[in-house]
T-cell receptor, first 112, second 111 residues
Framework: ELKVEQNPLFLSMQEGKNYTIYCNYS?????LYWYRQDPGKSLESLFV?????AVKQEGRLMASLDTKARLSTLHITAAVHDLSATYFC????????????FGTGTRLKVLA | DAGVTQSPTHLIKTRGQHVTLRCSPI?????VSWYQQVLGQGPQFIFQ???????GRGNFPDRFSARQFPNYSSELNVNALLLGDSALYLC??????????FGPGTRLTVL
């Protein structure tokens, strides 16, 4: 069965702290995507990771991909309240098909 | 440029009824995908269309159907609604090499 698992499921952290969200997957896809979802809203694309060793950074968020370990990480640096949201990773069922399997999501709450 | 658009925004139906959801992809995008997101879960793949042809179907019953029109817009139809069909229905379009870009969604409530 194709699976995408994220941990933790819930994360409450203080402003200014660092933390990492993990995404493990079982497909052979070499593409991985990170999305953000605010309550009641749609999904916003954050990062597209297209190959082993890919690293992307935007502001306080940095994502990386290890296709051999089938693992992606989303690292949060010096968290701020505005980062509070649910974060999803997703992989293709097969590379380039755009038939995504989404992870369970990590609900992040940053406390002032 | 306008992003992916969906209509309606919200919809309330009763069990057994039929519903049609609509989506227009980003201009120039020929592929449309539909996802169902139940509250508290990640989105689940329903359908993918490219150039009016079905390219993939997720694990959903035959009550779910879709089609894509010559202008690349799409409709998702759900027959004989069940309470469990209550969800946020997301449409996404894509271009080669990029991520799926999602519309605002249609929130369906089945009573």
């Amino acid at each position: 069965e194709l699976k995408v698992e994220q941990n933790p499921l819930f994360l409450s952290m203080q402003e200014g702290k660092n933390y990492t969200i993990y995404c493990n997957y079982s497909t052979t896809s070499d593409r991985l995507y990170w999305y953000r979802q605010d309550p009641g809203k749609s999904l916003e694309s954050l990062f597209v990771l297209l190959s082993n060793g890919a690293v992307k950074q935007e502001g306080r968020l940095m994502a990386s991909l290890d296709t051999k370990a089938r693992l992606s990480t989303l690292h949060i640096t010096a968290a701020v309240h505005d980062l509070s949201a649910t974060y999803f990773c997703a992989v293709d069922r097969a590379s380039g098909t755009y038939k995504y399997i989404f992870g369970t999501g990590t609900r992040l709450k940053v406390l002032a | 440029d306008a992003g992916v658009t969906q209509s309606p925004t919200h919809l309330i139906k009763t069990r057994g009824q039929h519903v049609t959801l609509r989506c227009s992809p980003i201009s120039g995008h020929k592929s449309v995908s539909w996802y169902q997101q139940v509250l508290g879960q990640g989105p689940q793949f329903i359908f993918q269309y490219y150039e009016k042809e079905e390219r993939g179907r997720g694990n959903f019953p035959d009550r779910f159907s879709a089609r894509q029109f010559p202008n690349y817009s799409s409709e998702l139809n759900v027959n004989a609604l069940l309470l469990g069909d209550s969800a946020l229905y997301l449409c996404a379009s894509s271009s080669s090499g990029g991520a799926l870009l999602f519309g605002p969604g249609t929130r369906l409530t089945v009573l």
